[in-house]
């Protein structure tokens, strides 16, 4: 399966907003998207063209896609998933891309970005109710306890996140630091979202 492995800080830069992922990197000053706040190429500091509606809702969907390190085909299958739960559809969307393994190990703190938590995953590092998960798409659900794997808590990156130093932990998630230990409270709500984003576009786009 192909995958983005340019420098990421393009993708901020393209979408004109922080994505977060660069980790620790998107909250100093050293960050891309302040730096340069235009598109990435030789034209990018052009005067950009009126998008068209279309534009706009193109724009917003690979925000998304991008920011939780979706393939296009994964995340319309994610929408899909979406539109057959009760609801208003974009919040569903947003629910389940939260609800993602390696977004939760992302924002409990385990790891400093989705693409590193991604990683984690993969590796064989995580247990879900004391069970090794190795799937990043892993749909969690409220009550479930994930954790660092007991042979890997002695690596430098898991001594550093036992020290409580890190960011804001959204409230349907509770944590551990000392245990390495994050459980799924509740159901994450669309305020629990740490994008700016307008889902109702990527609905719009999907309706085509």
């Excluded at 660069?22 to 891309?32: D, I, N, R, T």
């Excluded at 319309?76 to 009760?86: D, H, N, P, Q, V």
């Excluded at 590796?123 to 109710?129: D, E, I, P, Q």
């Excluded at 804001?168 to 159901?187: E, R, S, Y």
Aim: with cysteine.
């Amino acid at each position: 399966m192909a995958r983005y492995t340019d420098s990421v800080c393009r993708l901020c830069r393209r979408e004109g907003t922080k994505l977060f992922l660069k980790g620790e990197k998107c909250f100093s000053s050293k960050c891309a998207a302040v730096r340069r706040p235009t598109p990435p190429g030789q034209h990018g500091q052009a005067r950009q063209r009126k998008a068209s509606e279309y534009g706009l809702q193109l724009r917003e969907k690979q925000k998304v896609r991008r920011a939780y390190g979706l393939m296009e085909g994964q995340f319309k299958r994610t929408f899909s998933r979406a539109t057959g739960m009760k609801g208003i559809t974009g919040e569903n969307l947003l629910q389940l891309l939260e609800l993602r393994l390696d977004n939760v190990v992302y924002r409990s703190g385990l790891a400093s970005s989705r693409a590193q938590a991604r990683q984690f995953v993969c590796h064989g590092l995580m247990t879900v109710n004391g069970k090794k998960v190795d799937i990043p798409s892993y749909s969690t659900k409220v009550g479930d306890m994930i954790t660092v794997k007991s042979t890997r808590r002695d690596m430098e990156h898991f001594k550093i996140v036992k020290e409580g130093v890190g960011r804001v932990v959204p409230k349907w998630i509770t944590t551990d630091a000392a245990n390495l230990t994050a459980i799924i409270g509740t159901l994450p709500t669309r305020d629990d979202v740490d994008l700016t984003l307008q889902e109702n576009m990527i609905v719009e786009f999907y309706s085509r």
